[in-house]
Structures are given as C-alpha cells and as structure tokens.
C-alpha cells in the first residue's frame, strides 16, 4: 500500500477469505520509501471479514526516512469480522536503532463494531508509530439473538490503553 491525498467513501468489503491478511481493509505499506499519508475512509462497512474489518500494518514504513502518517477513519462498521480493527505491530522484533518515530495521527471517530471476537486489538509498536486517537466507540454484542450495546466497552478501552500513543474518548 503506498498513497497520499486519498478518499475513500462508502467502501462495502464482505467476506474476505483465503489469502493473508484476510481483512476488509488493510493498509501496510512495504518499504519506508513508501508514503501513507492523508487518508481519509468515510463510512467503511466491512461484514464477516475472516480476520480484521479493518487492520493498519505500519512495520514496514518505520525507517531511517522520516515519515508523516495521516489517517482518518470516520463512521466505520464492522459486523461479525473476528476482529472490528486492528493496529498490528512488531510482535516482540527490535527495531534498527536509527529508526524514526512516524508522525501524525491516525484517528478513528465513531466506529461501530458489532459482534466481533474481539472489537480492537493493537499489538507493541515500540513507540515508533504516530498516535492513535479513538474517539465515540460503539461496541454491540449479540446475545440471545439480541444486539445489544456494550456500554462499559469504552471504559475498558481507556483503561486498557496504557501503551503509549493511544488516546480513547468519548
């Protein structure tokens, strides 16, 4: 993935299968000569994604070139992906010690993720990724045939955020 200056607007990804990352959306640069830079996804729906609705792989942009990473995501819903959204990281690999900080801002405002395994996942990015802002989280859960809200999702979100770089509000 490599792009700057980009819209999307109400993208519909369904069923994604087979081959890795198995994601509604994935935005994974491969190199850090690569520019991931103001993005904008309006009104995403991604349904019964096998893996992530939608999944930010930022590893391989992360280098001695500086970078800026702009990326809005606004109104997003997820239904029954196992995973609503998803920062991946270094999964316990050092980074090269000349590596840069990415700078920016990756904001997630009102998504909807709705009868997940699991809503949101992020994993360690050594402090080397530009801040995540997630902001009006709706969480619902399917129970008894039911969808219902779950209310103390956010709280457990904002506590659950003590890595650095992440900030949750309502």
């Not at 399917?142 to 457990?156: A, C, F, T």
Request: proline share 5%; aromatic share 6%.
């Amino acid at each position: 993935t490599n792009g700057e200056n980009i819209l999307i607007d109400n993208p519909i990804i369904v069923n994604t299968y087979g081959k890795a990352p198995q994601s509604g959306i994935d935005i994974e640069p491969n190199s850090n000569k690569d520019v991931i830079d103001q993005i904008e996804i309006k009104n995403p729906i991604t349904i019964q994604n096998k893996k992530t609705g939608i999944i930010i792989a930022l590893k391989q942009l992360v280098g001695p070139l500086s970078k800026n990473v702009n990326i809005k995501i606004l109104n997003h819903l997820d239904i029954s992906s196992a995973l609503g959204f998803r920062i991946a990281g270094y999964n316990n690999k050092k980074p090269e010690s000349n590596y840069k900080k990415l700078n920016g801002l990756i904001l997630v405002q009102s998504p909807e993720w709705r009868d997940n395994k699991q809503y949101f996942a992020t994993e360690n990015n050594q402090n080397l990724y530009p801040v995540l802002k997630i902001k009006s989280v709706t969480a619902k859960k399917k129970i008894n045939n039911q969808l219902l809200i779950d209310k103390e999702y956010p709280k457990r979100l904002q506590k659950g955020t003590h890595r650095i770089g992440i900030i949750v509000e309502e």
